[in-house]
Nanobody, 117 residues
Framework: QVQLVESGGGLVQPGGSLRLSCSAS????????MGWYRQAPGKEREWVAT???????YYAESAEGRFTISSNSAKKEVYLQMNSLKPDDTAVYYC???????????WGQGTQVTVSS
């Protein structure tokens, strides 16, 4: 059983920044990938960014150039630095951990990010 806890969400003005963190605990012998997804009101959950093997990073087009994903394998943590935030970035952000490729993985409870003036 893997538990994921996200933190760092909040209210920020357009153009501002936030840093999300996710910490994994429980039976985590190895990690294939950790990533971030988000779900805006009335929309389906969408992928934001993933780090594989602690080194290779991938971004959705909406995140490219503004968000940076990083991880600390020893601490079993993943982070999402979000800059130049826009109102369209408003969503609940979820952390995902996959122990093997292709696995749906485990999910956290989410952290709310609201971008508004």
């Amino acid at each position: 059983q893997v538990q994921l806890v996200e933190s760092g969400g909040g209210l920020v003005q357009p153009g501002g920044s936030l840093r999300l963190s996710c910490s994994a605990s429980g039976f985590v012998r190895s990690i294939y990938s950790m990533g971030w997804y988000r779900q805006a009101p009335g929309k389906e959950r969408e992928w934001v960014a993933t780090v594989i093997g602690g080194r290779n990073t991938y971004y959705a087009e909406s995140a490219e150039g503004r968000f940076t994903i990083s991880s600390n394998s020893a601490k079993k943590e993943v982070y999402l630095q979000m800059n130049s935030l826009k109102p369209d970035d408003t969503a609940v952000y979820y952390c995902n951990l996959k122990r093997i490729k292709g696995d749906e993985g485990s999910w956290g409870q989410g952290t709310q990010v609201t971008v508004s003036s």
